[in-house]
């Protein structure tokens, strides 16, 4: 194991504090190589490489060196790949995944398995989705199989040259049910290019992990409400309550006309088969309305101790709201470092890692040397989160994901068990840049940061 201290020469660097190496990889083969950081700021290469071409060079990577030890819980992280490879056409995106708890239904073994999600975008385009795929690891990661297609995840036809796609999805495990249930949203095409004035169907699938096979997707049972005619649920991150009810965030357009997305979470009764509404919260705005914007979208839901939280995109920058019951929330207030400095996420999503002695956020965000990515949408960083006042913890900023040339702010986490969470994204191929991809290896490979806690995480399945 090979060990890389970070370099003062890096330290000084705006919004990195304290700087290691960063690196990246070539070669369509460097599928086993990982690392991990600890909060010494030390990059640890792990496992070995069979990469046709060997590369490796130090480039900044951050990393905390404040100790959370006085607060009781730390974490490493080691990064590794799914898969890696593409045809030029078709690359994949909106890679999340779900875990199956060991000696839950459908596992006998002691092991999670875990099933993630995926599927092809054509890159002459804009969210021009194939139907999804999952890959499969019944072993920690140590071997997936996969992509494996499923027809009940594909396109459907909607009408003469009409299709609709599921995507955006996320898998999780829905504890009172014993099943992995995925919720996502549709993009609707015409003759293979975007079909203009649509519905947006918030969706759902459930998988049986003996037959490895997903129920054909099917729309959320919403009631005939204007504001339900665009409705999605896309790249959210739900809440399950213990009886079982589903608090699943949505993000929809109050008329027709209004492009000016509102946030509400649905409440939904679960059977094991069968997603239905059973009520919803306040809708939310976006309160800044001297900016032009296309309001909220790709919210997500956690609950930390008393309260639940949302995190919120917008065009600008990525907001935060709180709640006592999950349905009836305050108003937004923008994303900041606890020094009132703006956070710098904007125009993407973020994502919760929730563990039962710490709350921490996941985003990309502006500041990291990035501008060369699209809407700066990597490196994927992840900190702590002081929930009473509702700011990111800078000293507590880490890359837990590197920049490597292009963009990755469509990502998941999956609590895997109690020792282990997982963030995982997908090089994402557009805009097309080859100069780049050459320099950083990239070639389309999904990556997989698991998060290691020092102490078990109490809220995993």
Same mark, same amino acid.
């Given at each position: 194991?090979?060990?890389?201290? #970070?370099?003062?020469?890096?330290?000084?660097?705006?919004?990195?504090?304290?700087a290691?190496? =960063?690196? $990246?990889?070539a070669?369509?083969?460097?599928?086993?190589?990982?690392?991990?950081?600890?909060?010494?700021?030390?990059?640890?290469l792990?496992?070995?490489?069979?990469?046709?071409?060997?590369?490796?060079?130090?480039?900044?990577?951050?990393?905390?060196?404040?100790?959370?030890?006085?607060? *009781?819980?730390?974490?490493?992280?080691?990064?590794?790949?799914v898969?890696?490879?593409?045809?030029?056409?078709?690359?994949?995106?909106?890679?999340?995944?779900?875990?199956? #708890?060991?000696?839950?239904?459908?596992?006998?073994s002691?092991?999670?398995? +875990?099933?993630?999600?995926?599927?092809?975008?054509?890159?002459t385009g804009?969210?021009?989705?194939?139907?999804?795929?999952?890959?499969?690891t019944d072993?920690?990661?140590?071997?997936?199989?996969?992509?494996?297609?499923?027809?009940?995840?594909?396109?459907?036809?909607?009408?003469?040259?009409?299709?609709?796609?599921?995507?955006? $999805?996320?898998? /999780?495990?829905?504890a009172?049910?014993?099943?992995?249930?995925?919720? *996502?949203?549709?993009?609707w095409?015409?003759?293979?290019?975007h079909?203009?004035?649509?519905?947006?169907?918030?969706?759902?699938?459930?998988?049986?992990? @003996?037959?490895?096979?997903?129920?054909?997707?099917?729309?959320?049972?919403?009631?005939?409400l204007?504001q $339900?005619?665009n409705?999605?649920?896309?790249?959210?991150q739900?809440?399950?309550?213990p009886?079982?009810?589903?608090?699943?965030?949505?993000?929809?357009? #109050?008329?027709?006309?209004?492009? =000016?997305?509102?946030?509400?979470v649905?409440?939904?009764?679960?059977?094991?088969?069968?997603?239905?509404?059973?009520?919803?919260?306040?809708?939310?705005?976006i309160?800044d309305?001297?900016?032009?914007?296309?309001g $909220?979208?790709?919210?997500?839901?956690t609950r930390?101790?008393d309260?639940f939280?949302l995190?919120?995109?917008?065009?600008?920058?990525?907001? +935060?709201?709180?709640s006592e019951?999950?349905?009836?929330?305050?108003?937004p207030?923008?994303? =900041?470092?606890?020094? @009132?400095?703006?956070?710098?996420?904007?125009?993407t999503q973020?994502?919760?890692?929730?563990?039962?002695?710490?709350l921490?956020?996941?985003y990309? =965000?502006?500041?990291?040397?990035?501008?060369?990515?699209?809407?700066?949408?990597?490196?994927?960083?992840?900190?702590?989160?002081?929930?009473?006042?509702?700011?990111i913890?800078?000293?507590?900023?880490?890359?837990?994901?590197?920049?490597?040339?292009?963009?990755?702010?469509?990502?998941?986490?999956?609590?895997?068990?109690?020792a282990?969470?997982?963030v995982?994204?997908?090089?994402?191929?557009?805009?097309? /840049?080859?100069?780049?991809?050459?320099?950083?290896?990239t070639?389309?490979?999904?990556?997989?940061?698991?998060? /290691?806690w020092?102490q !078990?995480?109490?809220?995993? !399945?």
């Amino acid at each position: 194991m090979n060990s890389i201290t #970070p370099s003062s020469a890096t330290a000084s660097k705006p919004g990195l504090k304290v700087a290691g190496p =960063r690196f $990246f990889m070539a070669g369509r083969d460097a599928v086993s190589l990982g690392f991990t950081t600890n909060q010494s700021g030390k990059l640890f290469l792990v496992g070995r490489t069979t990469m046709r071409t060997a590369l490796l060079t130090a480039v900044t990577f951050a990393a905390c060196s404040v100790s959370l030890a006085d607060k *009781g819980l730390d974490y490493t992280v080691k990064l590794t790949t799914v898969t890696s490879g593409w045809d030029g056409k078709k690359c994949w995106v909106h890679s999340r995944a779900g875990a199956i #708890p060991a000696h839950a239904p459908g596992n006998p073994s002691n092991t999670p398995i +875990v099933v993630m999600t995926t599927q092809k975008l054509r890159i002459t385009g804009s969210d021009i989705f194939d139907g999804l795929h999952d890959f499969r690891t019944d072993n920690l990661g140590s071997k997936w199989s996969g992509p494996a297609p499923h027809a009940a995840l594909d396109r459907r036809p909607m009408g003469e040259g009409i299709e609709a796609a599921p995507c955006d $999805f996320t898998p /999780q495990w829905h504890a009172r049910t014993g099943k992995l249930l995925g919720t *996502g949203k549709t993009f609707w095409y015409k003759n293979d290019e975007h079909f203009r004035g649509p519905p947006s169907d918030a969706v759902y699938s459930v998988y049986d992990p @003996g037959k490895r096979t997903w129920s054909a997707w099917a729309r959320v049972d919403l009631p005939e409400l204007p504001q $339900f005619k665009n409705c999605s649920a896309g790249c959210a991150q739900r809440y399950d309550l213990p009886d079982g009810d589903v608090l699943l965030p949505v993000y929809f357009r #109050p008329t027709p006309t209004d492009v =000016r997305a509102r946030v509400t979470v649905v409440r939904c009764k679960f059977d094991g088969q069968v997603l239905k509404y059973a009520g919803h919260g306040n809708e939310i705005e976006i309160p800044d309305n001297e900016e032009r914007h296309r309001g $909220f979208s790709e919210p997500s839901l956690t609950r930390f101790k008393d309260r639940f939280y949302l995190t919120l995109r917008a065009d600008h920058r990525a907001y +935060v709201a709180s709640s006592e019951d999950g349905m009836s929330f305050d108003k937004p207030r923008r994303w =900041r470092f606890d020094d @009132g400095k703006e956070l710098g996420s904007y125009n993407t999503q973020q994502h919760w890692v929730t563990h039962s002695d710490g709350l921490f956020l996941t985003y990309t =965000r502006r500041g990291a040397d990035n501008d060369h990515i699209f809407r700066h949408r990597a490196p994927i960083f992840m900190a702590r989160v002081d929930p009473k006042r509702q700011v990111i913890i800078r000293e507590t900023e880490r890359i837990i994901i590197p920049e490597t040339g292009t963009r990755m702010g469509n990502f998941g986490v999956v609590d895997v068990s109690p020792a282990e969470s997982w963030v995982i994204t997908t090089e994402w191929m557009q805009p097309h /840049q080859p100069d780049l991809w050459k320099k950083y290896g990239t070639d389309n490979r999904i990556f997989c940061a698991r998060i /290691q806690w020092s102490q !078990p995480n109490r809220l995993a !399945p």
